[in-house]
T-cell receptor
Framework: AQSVAQPEDQVNVAEGNPLTVKCTYS??????LFWYVQYPNRGLQFLLK??????LVKGSYGFEAEFNKSQTSFHLKKPSALVSDSALYFCAVRDIRGTAGGRGGADGLTFGKGTHLIIQP | EAGVTQFPSHSVIEKGQTVTLRCDPISGHDNLYWYRRVMGKEIKFLLH????????ESGMPNNRFLAERTGGTYSTLKVQPAELEDSGVYFC??????????????FGPGTRLTVL
């Protein structure tokens, strides 16, 4: 079974400071990793993904994430936070091969609980 | 390009009633997914369509939930009869066809279901 942990319910950062939203994952095989953001009264919006290759992935709105296989982590980062970055952030994982048995089950993403990011002016 | 749309945005029903949620995916997306987020918990996968076929329904909680995607376009998720624990936000997502599991999914705004 696959799982995602986002250890912080809320992260508070002053505007202009760097931010990090933590994510660790567990899969039986190799992962595809995703970050999504949800603004109030909106759906989840894709930010970035890790498929293969360079461990540092760049995405929308100046966000980036670093894949660390040994630590099974995929932390989201931004060098300088904006007040408009305040939102709910979700990390998600998908095993590249699906579940054991070759059925290809568990096609959906497995999400963490989400982290509220609050950027203070 | 229009995004994923869902209807209604909110639904309040009484226990025992029936509710049908609708999702219109992005045009041309063969993959359609349903998810649910119960208050304060993780977003949970319910099922996955490829065109009109159910590819994976391992996340469906019980037989009170029925999903359809006739013609491979829009999808409906019916809950009958609704129970209190069915309350939550139901998200629909779609992704492009055959590129596989690495494709990002595009989410709709969700339907907030409240069962009283």
């Amino acid at each position: 079974a696959q799982s995602v942990a986002q250890p912080e319910d809320q992260v508070n950062v002053a505007e202009g400071n760097p931010l990090t939203v933590k994510c660790t994952y567990s899969v039986s095989g190799n992962p595809y990793l995703f970050w999504y953001v949800q603004y109030p009264n909106r759906g989840l919006q894709f930010l970035l993904k890790y498929i293969t290759g360079d461990n540092l992935v760049k995405g929308s709105y100046g966000f980036e994430a670093e894949f660390n296989k040994s630590q099974t982590s995929f932390h989201l980062k931004k060098p300088s936070a904006l007040v408009s970055d305040s939102a709910l952030y979700f990390c998600a994982v998908r095993d590249i091969r699906g579940t054991a048995g070759g059925r290809g089950g568990a096609d959906g993403l497995t999400f963490g609980k989400g982290t509220h990011l609050i950027i203070q002016p | 390009e229009a995004g994923v749309t869902q209807f209604p945005s909110h639904s309040v029903i009484e226990k025992g009633q029936t509710v049908t949620l609708r999702c219109d995916p992005i045009s041309g997306h063969d993959n359609l997914y349903w998810y649910r987020r119960v208050m304060g918990k993780e977003i949970k996968f319910l099922l996955h369509f490829v065109k009109e076929s159910k590819q994976d329904e391992s996340g469906m909680p019980n037989n009170r939930f029925l999903a359809e995607r006739t013609g491979g376009t829009y999808s409906t998720l019916k809950v009958q009869p609704a129970e209190l624990e069915d309350s939550g936000v139901y998200f629909c997502a779609s992704s492009h066809g055959l590129a596989g599991r690495s494709n990002e999914q595009f989410f709709g705004p969700g339907t907030r279901l409240t069962v009283l």
